[in-house]
């Protein structure tokens, strides 16, 4: 039998991690001795064949971006980070990926690093993942004793040391050039690229960056191969995904299902639809910065191009549920409280532009919105762009709120004209 | 008033100026090297450099093995911990200030983390912080006369599929009501 769910299918139902042993009685590890049989160069191609595309959000072909490493191996020691700074309101998937199975993680992470050469691997966990750094370290520490990090892995010239980094909070932490700030001991502020990371990253070694979703995947390409992966997906783009809904449906949780399955699909069957009486009004489909999609897109599959043709993106997959019982525009003061709250402050576009539009936002559900400050807020949306700013941020902070203002325009029309927010 | 000892809450282009206190130490270049930091937190810290090219790496994990002992960070362990690391102290107050889980304030014995993002939003979280509120008396970022309790707002805590949710100390709770809080309260001494 062909397993559709190569990331969850060995995780337990008590909640406790797989262990070892589990993860090696179900063919783990097995990827990496496949590995350690092929050349680096020939590990980076399987994974292009297997069209693996990043599951930070960002969509961006893994393989494209191991190969970016500079192939000149003066330049040593080289990292690989994974990153499990999980903090996108909204989504909940990397916690139950290294809760779960800890191993397909470790085991991914070895292959990916052997791939770019990398003598040196961290696990960059945020810190309110206590369980997650627990079980982490427990599992590395498994992974030692046997032989799968240190030096001479599984008898190749190959070593490894993999070590967890936790966080103490700050969205700001996950954004990738922040990230290697943090992880010097730095203040978590984003650096300019280009040089990117592949070529300068953490102490100005090439570094590999990637999520811990995207590398879970990579054992099992390298196990089944390829065309294996690529099956389990309904789309161009390979593998499943670890879709999830929260917010107003009945039954929030995490899926693996096909790459391409419908927001539909996951909304109605998997998490039993919105409450009984209520009435959908539209969803983020991967985190709070993605734009709203509505009823009318609901079919188009969730992978990496489709969502595009209607403004938004995939994101992390895991979809957050409006319905007609919560003001939208209470949704989005909640949003843009947090974006204003996260934002590093290094660049003036974002630390004051974002603040501002929570203030607006706040004098909206208050009642003491004008007419104008419709028009601001449409300003910057307009504004606040890559490109003006230094980093994603304040982008992925203004579109949830453009779209916002498109589809839930006589909403927010209403806050001004009653003096007061119809929900409250 | 109760105290704000995180640097990121709060929302406003303004930024509140932390006061520091006026007895602080300052000790003479000389006398650099630490004296405070116990060796069990030294062993602790040089454990964790051995992963990294350079100590400066565990700075953040210097911040927390002091505040795990003593519930905040204050200056002189912070003025420590920068020796200890060849560090000065004003840049690592700047790392500390910016992670939201390091405290410059005291805090009280149990620190209550709300989820306040989207998804907690939707499920109706700000009830449940009215309900905080009143129960324990204090407003977002103070702590409770008897020192029990702090309350601060956090970013999304990953529990989103059991929203509403928070976390004490280092433990997480959700689908949170009410009932369900006073019990948990009740079980924090």
């Known amino acids: 039998m062909i397993e559709d769910k190569p990331l969850t299918s060995r995780m337990r139902s008590d909640g406790r991690a797989v262990s070892l042993q589990e993860y090696v009685a179900a063919g783990g590890y097995q990827g990496l001795r496949a590995a350690l049989q092929l050349s680096r160069h020939q590990v980076i191609e399987q994974v292009a064949h297997s069209n693996l595309k990043g599951r930070g959000g960002a969509g961006f072909p893994t393989a494209k971006k191991w190969g970016l490493i500079p192939t000149d191996l003066a330049r040593q020691p080289r990292y690989f980070v994974v990153n499990a700074d999980e903090m996108e309101p909204g989504t909940m998937k990397d916690r139950l990926l290294m809760e779960g199975d800890p191993h397909q993680l470790i085991e991914g992470m070895i292959i990916g690093s052997y791939a770019v050469y990398a003598s040196v691997a961290y696990l960059f966990i945020r810190g309110e993942y206590r369980q997650s750094n627990e079980v982490m370290k427990q599992a590395i520490a498994e992974a030692y004793q046997a032989g799968y990090l240190g030096q001479k892995i599984l008898g190749s010239d190959f070593g490894l040391d993999l070590h967890v980094h936790t966080s103490a909070g700050r969205y700001m932490c996950g954004e990738e050039t922040a990230t290697l700030n943090a992880l010097e001991g730095k203040r978590a502020i984003p650096r300019f690229k280009p040089p990117h990371p592949p070529v300068v990253g953490v102490w100005g070694k090439p570094t590999a960056f990637n999520n811990v979703e995207t590398i879970c995947c990579v054992p099992h390409i390298l196990r089944e191969g390829a065309h294996y992966f690529r099956s389990l997906s309904r789309t161009e783009d390979g593998g499943t995904k670890i879709y999830g809904a929260s917010g107003r449906v009945k039954t929030p949780g995490l899926w693996e299902l096909p790459m391409g399955t419908s927001a539909r699909e996951i909304i109605f069957e998997h998490a039993g639809g919105v409450p009984d009486g209520c009435r959908f009004r539209g969803c983020l489909p991967g985190g709070a910065s993605t734009a709203f999609l509505l009823e009318d897109h609901l079919d188009a599959p969730m992978d990496f191009m489709s969502l595009q043709a209607h403004g938004s993106r995939l994101g992390t997959g895991t979809l957050v549920v409006l319905d007609d019982t919560v003001c939208p525009v209470g949704m989005m003061l909640s949003l843009e409280i947090f974006f204003a709250r996260e934002s590093c402050g290094w660049c003036t576009p974002c630390r004051e532009g974002l603040p501002w539009i929570a203030a607006m936002l706040e004098a909206l559900e208050k009642g003491q919105g004008r007419q104008e400050d419709l028009h601001i807020l449409q300003e910057h949306c307009d504004l606040l762009l890559l490109g003006r700013t230094f980093c994603a941020l304040a982008p992925g902070a203004v579109d949830p709120l453009r779209s916002a203002l498109k589809y839930f325009h006589d909403d927010f029309r209403r806050h001004v004209i009653n003096r007061r927010c119809p929900w409250s | ?189």
């Open chain 2, 1 to 189: 008033m109760g105290v704000s000892p995180m640097s990121s809450t709060g929302v406003g282009p303004v930024a509140k100026k932390k006061k520091l206190p006026e007895t602080r130490a300052r000790r003479p270049c000389h006398e650099m090297g630490s004296i405070m930091l116990s060796d069990e937190v030294k062993k602790e810290i040089d454990a964790e450099a051995r992963h990294y090219p350079q100590r400066r790496a565990v700075v953040a994990e210097a911040l927390k093995a002091v505040q795990a002992r003593r519930g905040w960070v204050d200056d002189e362990s912070l003025r420590d911990v920068a020796d200890y690391l060849g560090l000065s102290f004003d840049e690592v107050d700047s790392i500390a200030t910016f992670y939201n889980l390091i405290f410059r304030q005291p805090v009280g014995r149990h620190v209550i983390l709300i989820c306040d993002s989207v998804s907690c939003y939707l499920t109706g979280y700000e009830k449940l912080l009215d309900h905080l509120k009143k129960k324990l008396g204090i407003a977002l970022g103070q702590t409770t006369a008897d020192g029990r309790f702090t309350l601060l707002p956090n970013a999304c805590l990953g529990l989103c599929e059991q929203a509403p949710a928070m976390m004490i100390d280092n433990e997480t709770y959700g689908h949170l009501t009410a009932a369900r809080i006073d019990e948990i309260l009740g079980k924090h001494e």
